[in-house]
């Protein structure tokens, strides 16, 4: 090789930038964001306890106390720390509204699925019983279920879920439909596979979109509920930390501690926000890129 002729050296093929490996509705300002804040108050939830500088249930000062140097947020109605049971009452919140949340979607993309590409009489049978529970107020049928099946808290889940599952039912058939006139599944169809596996391979990959768009809303609704059958005494019961429980707590002594009241408060909606904005981020990027 003759002397000042320089060799470059081949890139190596297949490494991608770190920029590039990150999913593309987590690089939007909204996925950022939202994402950014539902890890957040995840990690909030899960390790705050270990951090809480007193016990949940013990009573440190005046009920109602302002915000001092032995409580960062106050006491609430009873004297408790309200910082050290903010840090307790989250896992509750998040476990309980993603439990529900999970249930939610495997009943609703099943009844869904199964209506939209039968065509039997399994598709009105089952839209008219998702329609018959639509008819009832959502917080109706849980005071219902609670009235008959007690107070427990896999009671108000499980009502959670009844309430839930029939919006998503509805999304996922109209999606369907929609896509089971598509040539990919008639082709499936004739090479002769099975119904499920046309569900699960040629229908459902295809329908993400809606569904994933879909999810903040439910979640969202999931926390709203769960939180509101702490706050009427229907779920958790004291003196388990839980934010809406404390929210209800602490009602009596908002005029002297409105932390008490206003942090677990903003707590819930923020993670409705973030798992919102990240569902969102998610169903608008996937329908831009046509995957």
Partial sequence: MEAGVATALPEKAGRRPLVSRVPRFLRTPSGAVGATLFLAIVLFAVFGRLFAPHSPEAPIGIPGSPPGPEALLGTDALGRDVFSRLLYGGLSVVGLAGIATVGVYAIGVTVGLVAGYSRSLVDPILMRTVDFILSFPALLLLLILVTGLGTAIW??????????????????????????????VESAVARGEKTPGILAREILPNIVTPIMADVGIRFAAAVIFIASMNYLGLGLRPPSSDWGLMVSENRRVITTNIWGVLAPAALLGLLAIAVALVADSYARTRGRSGR
């Fill in 155 to 184: 009671v108000t889940v499980v009502g959670v879920v009844i309430v839930l599952f029939p919006g998503v039912a509805r999304i996922v058939r109209a999606a369907t439909e929609e896509v089971s006139q598509r040539g990919y």
